[in-house]
């Protein structure tokens, strides 16, 4: 009698590690997990009767032509620390486990040129606006990827400030380990909360038609940051809440996650 056996293969690259099966790359120099996010169109911002809208949300069509890698998690201190020796945070006594913050845009840059050249690519980077909310919506259209809710069980932000209709929460006041609450459907960690997450773009005013990979304004003052954070109001953590800051503000409740290219 003949047997099948299934045997699982790991390609190994020289900057990672491909896992095809379930579409993960790791980065060999900090152990952060990557997931692949698929192209494919979606609606950005948010529509006129969404609780806690802000007038800058309009709603409009994009197209993410190439699947990209998000990193599963926000870069924790530990990770911060790998690459440049040092732990910037205010809530240093958090742990390695916790995000980074206390990062200017323009620190991250530096991190991500270090880290490019520690492993020999030039790959890694910060997501665009628009593949910062399409991940985070992953297929969803709700203010949140949990519904019209977000309960602090869910996310780390100041319960005391739900949205409309949703009931009342915990106010942790202090940032959580990555990875604390369920992911979303695409294997996303604290979308909604924790810190507040640098992108690429300056900030600028939407389009109203259909756009094909939007990398924000050529110029400005402003970087876009998304998210919120454990200080944030529920509105504030929508999926299609936007915040900006100049690209060398540094704050106690802003970090990042990255990006990588195929």
């Not at 400005?220 to 940051?225: H, I, L, Y």
Request: proline share 5%; charged share 20%; net charge positive.
């Amino acid at each position: 009698m003949s047997r099948i056996i299934t045997v699982s293969i790991i390609l190994i690259v020289s900057a990672g590690y491909v896992f095809p099966g379930e579409r993960i790359f790791i980065s060999p120099t900090i152990g952060a997990k990557f997931v692949l996010i698929p192209s494919g169109t979606f609606t950005m911002g948010s529509p006129t009767g969404e609780h806690g809208r802000d007038q800058d949300e309009t709603q409009h069509q994009v197209t993410i032509s190439r699947s990209f890698y998000m990193q599963t998690t926000e870069v924790t201190q530990g990770q911060w620390k790998t690459v440049m020796g040092n732990y910037p945070s205010y809530f240093a006594n958090c742990g390695n486990s916790c995000p980074v913050e206390s990062v200017s845009w323009n620190d991250v840059q530096g991190f991500i040129k270090k880290l490019n050249s520690m492993e020999r690519t030039n790959k890694y980077r910060l997501p665009t606006e628009a593949e910062w909310e399409y991940a985070a919506r992953a297929g969803t259209q709700t203010p949140f990827n949990t519904g019209i809710c977000l309960s602090t069980d869910q996310a780390n932000y100041d319960g005391n400030y739900p949205l409309a209709g949703c009931r009342k929460g915990v106010y942790r006041n202090n940032p959580s380990s990555v990875a604390s609450f369920s992911a979303n459907s695409w294997g996303l960690f604290d979308m909604h909360g924790n810190v507040w997450e640098w992108c690429q773009d300056w900030k600028g005013n939407y389009p109203k038609e259909h756009v094909t990979d939007p990398a924000g304004q050529s110029s400005g003052s402003q970087r876009v940051n998304r998210g919120g954070c454990l200080h944030s109001f529920a509105k504030n953590v929508r999926a299609a809440s936007r915040g900006s800051h100049s690209p060398d503000y540094r704050i106690n409740r802003l970090g990042f996650r990255l990006v990588r290219t195929q």
